[in-house]
C-alpha cells in the first residue's frame, strides 16, 4: 500500500467570486434552474465564510438543508444563518460587544476613581 497525499492553497474568493464559485457548485451538481440564494444570504455567506471554499460548501450545504427542511425554495438570509450557526469555527458576522464592554467599564472605573479622589480632597 502507498499513501499519496496532495495539498493545495487557494486564496479566498471575494463576493463576487462566492456567487460564480455557489453558480457552479450548483451547475455541476446538475442544477439548471432558477438561482436558489438570495442577495442577503449570498452576502451573509460571503462574511461569514471570509470566502473560503470549503467553508462556503459546507455552509451552502446545511442552509439548502434547512431551506428544504422549511419547504422553501429559495436560500434567505435565516437560512445561512441556521447554518452558520451549527458550524463550529465560522466567522459570524455582528456586533462584538468586547470593545463597547471594555471601554463602559474603564469609564466606570474612571467615575469611581473621580468621586473617590474628589470626596478625598475636597
Known sequence: RQRITFSFEIE????DGVERYVVHRLATAGYNGPFLFSKRALDFLYRT????????NILCHKALMVAFGKGERSVQI????????DTEG?????????????????????????????????
Do not use: C, Q
Open 12 to 15: 479566498a474568493l471575494d463576493r
Open 49 to 56: 465564510s471570509d470566502g473560503i471554499p470549503r467553508v462556503i
Open 78 to 85: 435565516d437560512h445561512v444563518k441556521s447554518a452558520a450557526d
Open 90 to 122: 465560522v466567522n459570524i458576522p455582528g456586533f462584538n460587544y468586547m470593545p463597547a464592554m471594555i471601554t463602559l467599564g474603564g469609564l466606570a472605573m474612571g467615575a469611581v476613581l473621580v468621586f473617590y479622589l474628589g470626596r478625598l480632597y475636597l
